[in-house]
């Protein structure tokens, strides 16, 4: 990692080998490494999510037969990650908008002690 480059910032999952494929691994540690550097990903592999929050996202991984999502923030000195999981419908579940809500205010609650 360079200096230039902003951590991640696990709030929540983790990127492992099972469930991801070996594939879907590397996609998302490629991915992520990008945002690291500072890169702005846009469709197909990232969309924004403005129903959790500015400068919310989400990554697009495909796999052999899923589709991961890894929701992320970014801040100026960091990646924030909120959320990974399985998507399964068009839609982002609406618990899963909630929980990463939560979970950023519980962030910003942390930040500011």
């Not at 991640?8 to 990127?15: A, D, E, K, S, T």
């Not at 890169?39 to 197909?44: I, W």
Request: aromatic share 6%; proline share 7%; glycine share 4%.
């Amino acid at each position: 990692m360079d200096a230039d480059d902003k951590p991640l910032v696990w709030l929540h999952g983790q990127v492992k080998t099972p469930p991801f494929s070996p594939l879907a691994r590397l996609e998302a540690g490629f991915l992520l490494r990008r945002l690291q550097q500072g890169e702005a990903l846009s469709l197909p592999q990232s969309r924004p999510m403005p129903s959790i929050g500015a400068h919310c996202h989400e990554l697009r991984i495909r796999d052999a037969e899923q589709n991961w999502r890894i929701v992320y923030r970014i801040d100026d000195d960091a990646i924030l990650i909120l959320a990974v999981f399985n998507k399964k419908s068009q839609t982002t579940p609406k618990l899963v908008i909630e929980i990463c809500q939560q979970r950023l205010k519980q962030y910003e609650r942390d930040r500011q002690e």
